[in-house]
C-alpha cells in the first residue's frame, strides 16, 4: 500500500491543499511551541532544583530568638555532638547583604580553606571553585548573575562592601561559578570566614547555623527531639522541611502555569473537534472522486492518515526544535519569569538543556496521534457514503 | 452483458417509510453497445447508473455484469469492480482542481501499486488517446472546459474498462467540445467497450452511433 506513488501522490494531493496546509500545520506547530517550552522550562528548572535538594544536610539547627533566626553560639556545636547519632557539626557562616547601586540583594557564603571538610550544601557550591587563587590572596567568588550586575557598575576586578558605619573592605573578584550550579549560585558571593564575620558582624564564638550530619536517617527524629530538649529555642530543620517549602515556592506558580498550560490544550481540543466533526466540500468532493474511480476505504483512510501524521509530525519537530531554541538559546524571554519569580536576581537565571526525552515522547503521543485519528474520522463518514450522492 | 432483474432502490424519506427511487423488472444490455438513457429530471437515470457502475447497491434485486452478480459484492470486491471494469465520467468533470492532468489520471493507477515509470507509461498513452498530448503539467483548473473532460475521460478509460459510464458528459461543454467528445467515445465503443451515456443533449437523440435506448419516468423503464 505505501509504495512511493502512493507517497508521491499523497504528498502531491496535500501540498495542493498549501493555504489549509500551512495554517493547519503553522497552529499545530504554534500550540507544540508552547507546550513543549512549558516542559523544557520545567524540567530544566526541576533538574536544576534536584540537584540543589540532594545536596542539602540532614539537620540544620538555627538559634531563634523571638521568632527570628539569630546567629547561633558554636558552643552548641560540642554538645550536640555528645547526643549519639550525630557523626558531624559544621558552623555555617552565611547571610545576605544589599547591594545599593544595583538595588538587588547578593547572599554571603563564607568558607575556610583550613577546615577538612564542610556540609554537603557548601560542598555543592565550591566543586569547581579554584582554591588556588584563594591560597595567595583573599578575594571572592561570584555567580553569574552577581557578575553580570556588578559589571553593569563597572565592578569587573574588584567589589567594596560596607560594613559598620561606613567602612570599605574592597576584594577582588577571583572568578565566577559555573553556569551548571547557577540556581543556587547565582546571587552568591564565595568569601573568606573572616571576611563574612567583618561584613555581617558575626562574632568569633558564633555562626550563622550549624548543621548536624546524621549518618543513619531514621535516628533523625530522635536526634532533634534531643537537641530541641538541650536548647529549646532551636529551630531544627531537615530535608524533608526544605523540599516542602520549596515545593511551597514552585506551587505560587502553579496556577499560572495550569492556566497558560489549559489555553494550547484547549485550542488542541478545538482543533479535534473541527477535524473530527466537519470535513470541507472539497474534501468529500476528493474523497468521492477517489472512491469513484476504485480506491478502497481503507487506502482512502490510509492517504490521509499518512497526510495527517505527516503535518503533525512535522509541526511536531519544528515546534520541539523552536522550543528548545526560545528556552535554551533565548533563555525564554517573557515565560521565564513566570518560574523564576522568587529568588534574588532570579531574571539573569539561564535555563541549562537538559533533553526530557520521556516527556517530548509523552507530548509526542498526545499531539501527534490524536490529531493524525481525529482527521480519519470524517474521511470514514465520508467513504461510506456513495460518491454519486457527492459528486452529483 | 448486464442483466437486470426485479431490481428496487429506495431510500429512507426521513419520516417513516422509504421512498422508491427506482423499479425496474428486466433489463439487458449487450456487450460493445452505446447506450442511451434518457428521461425528465428526477426519473432515475442517475441512480440506474450508480446501480450498474456500483456506486451503490440495490435495496432488492440483482444486477449481473459480465456474470458476476455485483449487488452482491463487499465493498473490497466492488471498489475493485469500479477500478477495473467501469469508467466514470461526469457532468461536472470532477477532477482534483490543484493537481496537474497527469497526476488526476494517475490517481486512478494508485491502487494498483505500479512503479512510477509503469505508471508514467500507461499515463502517456491515454493522454495521446484523448488528445491532451503537451498539456500532462497543465493544472487541472487552468484547462477549458473541453479539456477538463477530455482530462476526465482519460481518467476513465485509463485502465481499460468494459463500460464507460457517462453522466451528462456534453452538458458543460460548447459544440465543438461536444463533437470532440462524441468522436472519442465512439472510438472507444468501436473498440469494443459499452458505453452507458445519460444525456438531455439532441448530439445523442436520433444519433446512428446509439445502438439502443432506454427511456425511464418515475424509476421505471417505460421504453427500449
Redesign the interface.
Known sequence: ?F????I??SL??MF??RRELIAVFMLYTCLIFILSSFFLMKNSLFNAFDHLIDGKPELIIQNMQGGKAVNTPLSWADEILEIDGVGQVYPRLFGTYFFEQGRDFFTLVGFSLLEESYDSEIQSIIDGVDFKSFQNQEGIYVGLGVQKLLRSHYYTDSFSFFYGSGKKLTLPILGHFSKKSQLETNDLILLSKQSIRLILNIDENFATDLVANIPNPAEKVIVATKVRELFPNARILDIVDLKVNMKRNYDIFGGTFFALFLLPLVAFLILFYTKISALTEKGR??V??????????P?VMSWHLFNAFFIASLAYMVGVLCSYFFVFTLNAPGLSQLFLGQANLSASFNFTAVIPLETLFYLFIVTVFPYTLASVIPIYRSSIV???EV?? | MIKINDLEFSVSDGRHGRKKLIQVDELNISQGSFVLITGETGSGKSTLLSLIGGMNRPTSGTVKVLDRTISKLSDHFLSEYRREQIGFLFQFFHLIDNLSVFDNIALALVPYNLSFSALQQRVELVVKQVGLKGKEDFIAQNLSGGERQKCALARAIINNPSILIADEPTANLDKAAKLALLELLYSFNRNGMTVLVVSHDPLFEDNAIIDQKIVMSSGKVIAL
Open positions: 500500500m509504495n512511493i506513488s502512493f508521491k501522490f502531491k494531493m495542493s491543499s468532493s476528493q468521492a472522486i477517489l472512491r469513484a474511480i476504485g480506491w478502497e476505504i487506502l456513495s460518491p454519486l459528486l452529483r
